[in-house]
């Protein structure tokens, strides 16, 4: 049975709060494999996507503009991007959210959706890379990652959203596969 995208977001996000939760602050100025973030940059980004993603949700526009600085908000800034998590979740459970399209581009809603999984995973990977976490995508996750990355991958690198992509040996697992096809190199370390 196919995963609604609430519940998928609700399973990425449990990962990525952790992982969020594990940063310490002298972690913050260190490079990620997203080469054009340090953590505190990448961390900002991944904050603002989660709450433009909300809007999306709701089928309103975002603003992807000037990035706001959580991370230099408040101590609180883990449990503040963990509440922003949360509420990613519940507007992509609300009836009809993952229907139709959605955004200034209308898109349909569970491509958008898709977007969102993919960096809420994927930049997870990248914050436990750079901070000497241990991470892996939760199955569910990369399975509907992989097959929804088959078609947007090319659209995405086309807009510039995406790297082009890291070969990866032959028996790579599906996590490496999929880093690749993303613009990650799965060996990077710090």
Known sequence: MTKSISELLDTAGVQAVAVVRGIEDGQLGQRTPCSEYDVRALVNHLAQVVVQFQALAAKRDS???????????????????????????EAWGEPGADEGTTGAMKFPARTVGHMVLGDLAVHAWDLARATGQAYAIEPVVLTELASAYEGLAPTARQAGVLGEPVAVPPDASEQDRLLGTLGRDPRWRP
Do not use: I, S
């Open 63 to 89: 603003e992807f503009g000037e990035t706001p600085d959580m991370v230099g908000g408040g101590a609180d800034w883990r449990e503040r991007f963990a509440e922003e998590t949360r509420r990613l979740v």
